[in-house]
């Protein structure tokens, strides 16, 4: 699964555990893997169904949104039809994990009530800096001011 | 039966890391930093509040390898983890780990559900900065790994010896070199 597709995963599970902060940053992201645009992010998580996407990512996404619910709602229908669009066993495990994953990460962010504006331009930045640089780099304290190069 | 094609006979979240190891490694990473680095809290109040959630999640492999671990630091005290799982407020644990338990029972539900005043509670039982921040991160982990464990629909075993052994041995030994032993599977 390209990047693109597994950020998407994480903005889907974050708009759907309502984390301002997580989905406008991994938004950010996968908008970046498509060369700046926001519209099928929007779609995303307006309407996975009808956005812009392959049928075999759409069916993950249906595999996430039950994760987000809860590991014991995803049935082996969910996991049938993914398999029936071409999912692996590694991308169905993927999945799976980055929505588990993005449900910790929402409840740290929201847990502690952390800032989070609503700032589009410092999300593109952050965005920007994601997609091409990942998450380990140094900078990751700083990561308005390390995209702005500074 | 679970979801992808993982090896038989390996219990809760181990048939996933045996299935993907390059994931595996940080998910023990931060197992054992979140409970069993030095901390003002316990191992066995870090292993109380990971069962506690995993119990309000409902998920049985992660309550009872936990919840074996809890009972271990504990000197044994079973009994004293299902009174915690049934209504911490009543169990005889200190009353800063239930305002801690209690922030954690609303991480587990959604972070938004964390108020001021459960906070406050836990800052006036003596809670840290730290503690809160660090109850948080453990309550939001056990979301990630009770929701891994059952969105794959693993396996668990039910013999409650096997799980005091588990307990005994992560008690000790930690959470890094927990899968060194399984079969690499191959990709």
């Not at chain 2, 969105?151 to 959470?175: C, F, V």
Request: with cysteine; proline share 5%.
């Amino acid at each position: 699964m390209p990047s693109a597709e597994r950020e998407m995963i994480a903005t889907y599970g974050s708009s759907q555990n309502d984390c301002h902060y997580c989905q406008h940053t991994h938004g950010a992201t996968a908008a970046e893997h498509f060369g700046g645009n926001y519209e099928p992010i929007d779609q995303l998580k307006r309407d996975y169904a009808s956005a812009p996407v392959s049928d075999k990512l759409k069916a993950l996404l249906g595999i996430a949104g039950k994760v987000q619910q809860g590991g014991k709602y995803v049935t082996t229908e969910d996991v049938e039809r993914a398999r029936a669009k071409g999912a692996t066993d590694k991308e169905i495990h993927d999945t799976v994990l980055i929505a588990a994953a993005f449900c910790m990460f929402n409840r740290y962010v929201d847990g502690l009530a952390t800032w989070q504006p609503h700032d589009a331009a410092m999300y593109r930045e952050i965005g920007k800096r994601l997609a091409s640089s990942g998450y380990t780099v140094p900078g990751w304290e700083k990561p308005v001011q390390k995209a702005q190069g500074q | 039966m679970p979801h992808i094609d993982l090896p038989e006979g390996i219990p809760g979240i181990l048939g996933p890391m045996a299935f993907s190891p390059q994931t595996a490694e940080p998910l023990n990473e931060l197992a054992d930093v979140l409970l069993r680095s030095p901390n003002s809290l316990t191992q066995g109040e870090r292993e109380m509040m990971a069962t506690y959630v995993s119990s309000q999640n409902d998920c049985f492999f992660c309550q009872t390898v936990h919840g074996a671990a809890a009972a271990y630091y504990l000197g044994g005290k079973e009994t004293l983890i299902d009174e915690l799982k049934r209504d911490f407020e009543s169990a005889p644990v200190s009353d800063k780990l239930k305002a801690l338990l209690a922030i954690a029972g609303k991480v587990q539900k959604g972070g938004k559900q964390v108020t001021a005043d459960d906070v406050e509670r836990a800052r006036k039982l003596g809670a840290t900065g730290k503690e809160i921040h660090d109850t948080v991160l453990i309550a939001a982990a056990f979301c990630m790994f009770n929701r891994y464990v059952d969105g794959l629909a693993t396996w668990a075993p039910r013999d409650p010896q096997r799980y005091r052994e588990s307990g005994k041995r992560t008690a000790d030994e930690g959470y890094i070199h927990s899968t060194d032993h399984l079969p690499k599977v191959a990709s």
